[in-house]
Structures are given as C-alpha cells and as structure tokens.
C-alpha cells in the first residue's frame, strides 16, 4: 500500500532552519507531484508547497515565499521541505501529500497523505 512518511519535525527557534523529508513507498513517485500542507492548532489545514512530478516546477504560499524551499529526488522516492528564517506562526503539523492530477492549493485533489510531523517554533 501507499505510505508517505514524514520526518525532520521538532522544536527550533525562531530564525533558525530545519529540512522536513516525506519519503514515499508503494507508489510510482516520479508520476505524482508533491505538497506540502500545514495545520495549526484550531486552523484549517493550509497549502504551504508543491512541486511537479519532474521537479520543475514550484509553486509556495505567501507566507513562506522567499524563506521556504521545496525540492524533490526521484532516484530516493523522496521530497523535501527546507525551511529557514522560520517564525513561530510556522508552528503546525506538516503534511505530506501526493497528486496524479499536479499540484493545487485545494488539499482534496491529493490523492495520498502522510501522518504529519510535528514543527515548533519558539521565539
């Protein structure tokens, strides 16, 4: 079966950095694009990143563009999460998510989604 394993998450300070990794089995990666989504305590969960299924193409939220980058390596069925000059309003549950359709804001296209990791940001 599909599984997408999300790991890296813990507790850094404000300003400093963190890279997320969502490693994926039972699936043809190199056929989906990729997400990164997010859910705060008592909020929606919100689009942060995606990236198409060859890695081109990116497309981020507002308010992590410029400090956050996502990236991709079929090879490793895997795709990452670099976060830097982060903030304690980046404190959520970070999801990983697979699409066959590309990538959208709109979390019910995805296909498939890990458990989530945990990222707290104190200041």
């Known amino acids: 079966q599909v599984q997408l394993v999300e790991s890296g998450g813990g507790l850094v300070q404000a300003g400093g950095s963190l890279r997320l990794s969502c490693a994926a089995s039972g699936l043809t990666f190199s056929s989906y694009a990729m997400a990164w989504f997010r859910q705060a305590p008592g909020k929606e969960r919100e689009f942060v990143a995606g990236i198409n299924k060859s890695g081109r193409s990116t497309t981020y939220a507002d308010s992590v563009k410029g400090r956050f980058t996502i990236n991709r390596d079929n090879a490793k069925n895997t795709v990452y999460l670099q976060m830097s000059t982060v903030k304690p309003e980046d404190t959520a549950v970070y999801y990983c998510?697979?699409?066959?359709?590309?990538?959208?804001?709109?979390?019910?296209?995805?296909?498939?989604w890990g458990q989530g990791t945990q990222l707290t940001v104190s200041s």
């Open positions: 998510a697979a699409s066959l359709k590309g990538v959208f804001i709109t979390r019910v296209l995805y296909d498939f």
